[in-house]
């Protein structure tokens, strides 16, 4: 399958925050009372990344797809802004073909999922943060995978600086 260009798509993060310097620095976090569940999904499962409490949520669209059909992500996650492919792309340390915290959690609640929700993920941790080209066809992957046509989820460890940030979507 030959990769998309980084054109091809289209990453976004949401915050409660109305602008882009709001957004500079600012980690997502897993639900408190979920944390633990995540943690443990992502320690029982060889294969993913080390388990990170602070990281920033990227969702991930092909180039063409409405980000927010119904405003319904700008309801519970806050506003959108578009990042920056060439930036985020190498920051990213982990893919899932649907909400992570979601995938985690519902594999630990009924085990009889693990398996396939563990199948939704993939690291990218262990490769070259220069390896453009096979981190895009990871994000590609996710995408084809997913099941409900809302986004892929990434997540990077590090908080977004000024130059991740391409515009203040809506």
């Not at 993913?48 to 969702?59: A, K, N, V, W």
């Not at 506003?79 to 594999?107: H, Y």
């Not at 992957?141 to 908080?159: I, S």
Request: one cysteine or more.
């Amino acid at each position: 399958m030959p990769a998309l260009s980084l054109k091809g798509l289209v990453l976004v993060t949401r915050a409660d925050v109305t602008s882009i310097d709001g957004l500079v620095g600012r980690a997502s976090h897993d639900d408190r009372d979920k944390v633990g569940k995540v943690q443990k999904f992502f320690d029982d499962w060889g294969g993913l990344p080390p388990y990170r409490g602070d990281f920033r949520s990227i969702f991930v669209y092909y180039e063409g797809e409405h980000v927010d059909p119904h405003g319904s992500a700008i309801k519970a996650y806050g506003n959108s802004f578009l990042m920056n492919n060439s930036t985020i792309i190498p920051s990213l340390e982990i893919v899932c073909s649907q909400d992570i915290q979601n995938a985690a959690v519902n594999a630990i609640d009924a085990p009889e999922l693990a398996h396939r929700n563990y199948s939704r993920f993939e690291d990218l941790s262990e490769m070259s943060p220069n390896d453009t080209a096979a981190r895009t066809d990871a994000l590609i992957r996710a995408l084809m995978r997913r099941e409900r046509p809302h986004y892929v989820e990434g997540r990077m460890p590090r908080t977004p600086v000024r130059e991740d940030i391409l515009e203040k979507l809506f």
